[in-house]
């Protein structure tokens, strides 16, 4: 499949399954859905089917390694630029060091695939454009509107991006799975690594800054490779497991730190 139809059908796969979960359960209620979330459901869809078309045509275009280490690293530093700019705000020298070590590491656990592929300056500007995208769903949904939880929007919200795609797709060509094995992995693509996938990170996105969330989403790579090798029996090597171990030390770095004393208020003074 062309990567504009791979990212329609992953979309309307994942958006439709979710829809009929909440239609089984009596939570499917799109009359009550105000002007505010259709908006916010709409930019969701919209922003992940740019991250899905281009994501894949840099692939297409470029390598894998390249093209992830580009995409899923640019995207807190877009979220960074953002805050930057919006409200002159800076992330902690913690968070950005954090940031740094995980780049490194996936640098370094990318090593072995990081080619330029038969068209590098065209797949390294649509995995920019990725991060970005990949950015704007992360700030868009910065903060959850009431009444609107993440398996709705996502439902909502992918069937609209693929709606939105599907023009785009009869313009390539539409290409349609053609048997039982191909319609097999549409469904596990759209359902388990589309639709849970992404009502997992909207979940996240409740309690975590987009920031701290898209350096989080960088173990993505790690574990692909990890996978990787025990599936298909891949090596990792040096570089790789030290890239791995890097990527996970910036990871530890940003977990919330819960055990800090609450700060220490002086009692009032008494005055007769």
């Known amino acids: 499949m062309d990567p504009v139809s791979i ?23 799109l009359r009550r859905m105000t002007r505010p979330m259709w908006v916010r459901a709409a930019l969701t869809g919209g922003f992940t ?4 078309v281009t994501f894949f045509s840099a692939i297409s275009l470029s390598s894998v390694g390249l093209s992830t280490l580009i995409a899923i690293g640019s995207a807190p530093v877009f979220v960074a630029l953002y805050d930057w700019a919006t409200s002159r705000l ?15 590491g996936v ?91 992404y009502i997992a990170y909207l979940s996240g996105l409740v309690t975590v800054p987009p920031f701290v969330a898209t350096i989080v989403a960088l173990l993505e790579p790690l574990i692909a490779a990890v996978l990787g090798a025990i599936i298909f029996s891949e090596v990792l090597g040096l570089s790789g497991i030290l890239g791995g171990v890097i990527l996970g030390t910036a990871v530890v770095l940003l977990r919330p730190q819960r055990d800090a004393p609450a700060p220490v208020r002086e009692a009032p003074t008494m005055v007769d």
């Open 7 to 29: 990212a329609m059908w992953r979309l309307i796969v994942a958006g439709l399954a979710l829809m009929a979960y909440l239609a089984v359960r009596g939570h499917l209620r």
């Open 49 to 52: 089917a740019v991250f899905e």
């Open 90 to 104: 800076t992330p902690p020298p913690l968070t950005i060091g954090a940031l740094i070590l995980a780049l490194v």
């Open 107 to 197: 640098g370094l656990l990318l090593g072995g695939s990081l080619d330029g592929g038969r068209n590098a300056v065209v797949g390294a500007l649509l995995a920019l454009t990725t991060g970005i995208s990949f950015a704007a769903v992360s700030v868009v949904n910065r903060r959850q509107i009431p009444g609107l939880p993440p398996v709705l929007l996502t439902g909502v919200g992918f069937t609209l991006g693929g709606l939105m795609l599907v023009p785009f797709a009869v313009l390539a060509g539409l290409d349609v799975a053609t048997d039982m094995v191909g319609w097999s992995l549409v469904l596990l693509m759209g359902v388990v690594m589309t639709g849970f996938a």
